[in-house]
């Protein structure tokens, strides 16, 4: 999942992270803006067939938050 990830970074982005899963999403490094981070939130929710609500969003800090997320919404 990890590696989707990535790959979703990167198309988001424009340029190759390397991201674990205790990456910090608000980090100088990803430039992740607002805006990006809306358009990674959609990414996910394609790749994943998943629906975050607005209310989860903002509970994400770390890459690990997304991942739990979409773990508990996949099974």
């Not at 910090?24 to 607002?34: E, P, R, T, V």
Request: hydrophobic letters at 35%; a negative charge; aromatic letters at 6%.
């Amino acid at each position: 999942m990890l590696e989707r990830l990535q790959e979703l970074f990167k198309d988001i982005t424009g340029k190759e992270i390397e991201i674990t899963p205790n990456t910090k999403l608000k980090n100088k490094d990803l430039a992740i803006s607002s805006y990006s981070l809306i358009q990674l939130i959609c990414a996910i929710e394609d790749e994943f067939d998943i629906e975050i609500p607005n209310s989860q969003i903002k509970k994400f800090k770390t890459v690990k938050d997304v991942i739990s997320f979409i773990e508990k919404e996949t099974q």
